[in-house]
């Protein structure tokens, strides 16, 4: 069984501090403002709630879930002190159905899953885009192994511009690059790391 099941996020989730503190992750920020009109929005593994709690007060309608009930309980109180609302559920990344052409777009933030596991969440998701909804990706590159600012050390873990381009090619790639940037996310995620980042478009369908 993998160290990252819902004990090992419960007891990362039992403290009051907000470990990934409570702003938004910088490029989820940054492609939701390029986004003039909020749609419905998923955020999988959205930790303690800092991004729902962004997008809501964009006026994006927000599900979101995690595995951990310490982290429900913290987003639900963040998105009070915000006076936003979230829908946030807890539930299993690899056990979760979404609907099927139902979002706007979905943000995938530090979600790292085994290769299986990823395959499958990720073909998920993308039946559960609308046409012309956008998938918002952001995770730890092959490159963060080693260090210690974030993220599984677990090479299989970690993404490859390869592996996001191959997992994403029914969509149309908006962005993909690999970036080495200073994250300030809280305690956990601090100091020089490697990134991947993503957007893509699932294409309108036309008669």
Do not use: C
Request: hydrophobic share 40%.
């Amino acid at each position: 069984m993998s160290k990252y099941a819902t004990d090992f996020w419960n007891e990362r989730y039992s403290s009051d501090e907000y470990v990934y503190g409570e702003s938004p992750n910088i490029f989820l920020k940054e492609q939701l403002d390029k986004i003039s009109v909020p749609g419905i929005l998923l955020l999988p593994g959205e930790g303690e709630g800092r991004n729902a709690v962004y997008a809501a007060k964009l006026g994006w309608y927000v599900d979101a879930f995690d595995q951990s009930l310490n982290a429900q309980k913290k987003a639900l109180k963040l998105a009070e002190k915000n006076k936003v609302q979230i829908n946030y559920s807890v539930d299993d990344l690899t056990k979760f159905v979404p609907r099927k052409n139902y979002y706007d777009a979905i943000a995938l933030i530090f979600v790292h899953l085994s290769e299986e596991q990823r395959n499958n969440f990720h073909t998920k998701i993308i039946d559960s885009l609308k046409p012309g909804g956008k998938i918002i990706l952001d995770a730890f590159a092959k490159e963060q192994l080693g260090k210690n600012s974030g993220g599984p050390q677990d090479l299989v873990m970690l993404y490859s511009l390869e592996e996001v381009k191959n997992d994403f090619r029914m969509l149309r790639t908006i962005l993909l690059k690999a970036e080495n940037v200073f994250l300030e996310e809280g305690n956990k995620h601090r100091g020089d790391a490697s990134v991947i980042r993503f957007v893509g478009e699932k294409a309108v369908e036309t008669t």
